[in-house]
């Protein structure tokens, strides 16, 4: 089972991983992006040593860049090895996904070919998956497209933690390896349109050659390209785009040309185009296909000119990025979610809670509670509407458009802060009327015996299915988090006491039902406390109020006799 620190050092791995990706993009040249490739292993993959070859022309590779030894970069930069043994290597030994890993029981017959390579003696691994001096893991980097042309491998050596890398790790190399590649395509790119355009500027005589070689640059392009108008009433229209970009999109040439990106970018992205600069301008952001889709695209803009005194276009890099995207979201989801249950993480858990609340208590001055909080303001219209009892259990509504936005409040309470305070129902048992974030914090009863006496896969079952219970029992819009072992926490908005205490008997009573594990039926409790946030507490405060409340619950029912099994 997943220890509760690994999802802080997975996201921290890909704080890392999205710093070095992000490095690529900005070296200036070929040999800048090069070493930027080699320095961005060791700094952000945790290896010791990262060597980048280099497919050259005749197919041969050269050691381009090193990074980790100045020793050993002195001794093997410059120095080729050759394709056939190269393909040699990249048959050997284990396939991890794109990677190749050759352990040093096999790689010892590498070690008189021509590929340069660097290493050190070592003793024997003590462990299974400890790194042996002699091992050899290698990242291939492919072109994008169909036909997977092999620009280089990236070797690497000595993990810092001395084994061998899991999942995690492989997936972040051949993550890196992918956008080194892309980095590398797009670097020989911008060097050939900057040759191109020194020539539009400055051959003059050979004006038509310049504009051929800017036409082939711009055509045959991997990735997108867009030429559009810079300035007057026509500022943005497309003027150009090339097969790639009209692939990209699933629109032809002659109806692009009715579009600027502002007609294409996806709503919620229109800021980030608008504060996108002309010259050397920078976004990432989605542009819409035909089939009404979306695809998340890296826009890089430059300004070309017809002329030395002509009209100035706007020249414009799509690169296609929905699969970086798609990883890192991937990545993200792992970081900020259980790994057995799927639900939130204690971590997302705190974040989404203190998204709701503020250091200022609700009913300090400028604050919004009486008649501009969630209670109900007679006659005025505004506040929730009550909760629907759970049977059946109807989604309800957000009402944000209901707590006075756009409008001062009466009586100078203040400026409107834009943030809606979190209030909590009084307290007693009467029902005061009074809407607020509920935070259910559940802890099953009698789940530690199922544990010793079935075993850890019975019990993660068990978990497994009290989280979908409890997922089914509340409204799209809650929150269900499992807050570690067999402790849950629900966070449900609009609630109040009524509902509240309704809402944990009810999820009680879906718990209590047998589980069905391997032909064996088995039962677990649920205790539950209520609290509420509200602004002016801690997160933290939060959570213990919910948790000292379910403490006494579980107290008071402690003759109650439980069953489990």
Known sequence: METESEPYVRLSTLRQLHQVVTDLNTARSLADTLQTVADGVVAGLNYELACVNLVRPDGDLVVAAFAGSSAAEALITGRVGSREAWDRRLSMGTAWGDLRFIPHTEG???????????????????????????????????????????????????????????????????????????????????????????????????????????????????????????????????????????????????????YSFADLVHPEDIGTLLRTSAEGGRAELRLARRDGTYVWVSLRNSVVADTADGPRFLLT????????????????????????????????????????????????????????????????GFGYEPYEPYEPYEPYEQHEHEHGFGFEPAGGAGPYDHHVHMVAPSGGETDDGTKGLAVLFCDLDGFKSINDRFGHHTGDAVLIEV????????????????????????????????????????????????????????????????????????????????DQRMYVEKRSRAKVQRRAG
């Open 317 to 380: 890099h799509v690169e296609d990025i929905e699969e970086r995207k798609r990883h890192e979201l991937q990545l993200a989801h792992r970081a900020s979610h259980d790994a057995l249950t799927g639900l939130p993480n204690s971590a997302e858990l705190r974040s989404r809670l203190s998204a709701r609340l503020c250091e200022r208590p609700a009913d300090a001055p400028g604050a919004y509670g009486d008649g501009y909080g969630y209670g109900p303001v007679p006659g005025s």
């Open 108 to 258: 010892w017959v590498l070690l008189d070919d021509d590929v340069p390579q660097w290493h050190t003696d070592g003793p024997a691994p003590r462990f299974e998956d400890e790194w042996h001096p002699h091992d050899r893991l290698y990242a291939p980097m492919y072109a994008s497209g169909s036909g997977r042309e092999l620009l280089g491998v990236i070797s690497v050596d000595r993990p810092r933690n001395g084994r061998h890398p899991g999942p995690w790790g492989q997936e972040a190399l051949q993550m890196y390896a992918s956008q080194s590649a892309i980095a590398i395509s797009n670097a020989r790119l911008r060097s050939n349109m900057q040759r191109a355009l020194v020539r539009l500027e400055r051959e003059q005589q050979a004006l038509r050659a310049s504009e051929e070689s800017f036409r082939q640059a711009f055509e045959y392009a991997p990735s997108g390209m867009a030429i559009a108008e810079m300035g007057g009433d026509q500022h943005g229209r497309l003027l150009r785009t090339n097969d790639a970009l009209c692939r990209l999109l699933g629109r032809p040439a002659s109806v692009m040309r009715r």
């Open 467 to 546: 989280a979908r219970r409890l997922t089914t029992g509340v409204r799209d819009g809650d929150t269900v988090a499992r807050l570690g072992g067999d402790e849950f926490v629900v966070l449900a908005d609009g609630l109040g006491a009524a509902d509240a205490a309704d809402l944990a008997v009810r999820l009680r009573n879906a718990i209590i039902p047998p589980i069905r594990v391997d032909g064996r039926a088995v039962r677990v409790g649920a205790s539950f406390g209520i609290g509420w946030a509200e602004c002016g507490m801690s997160v933290e405060e939060v959570l213990n109020s919910a």
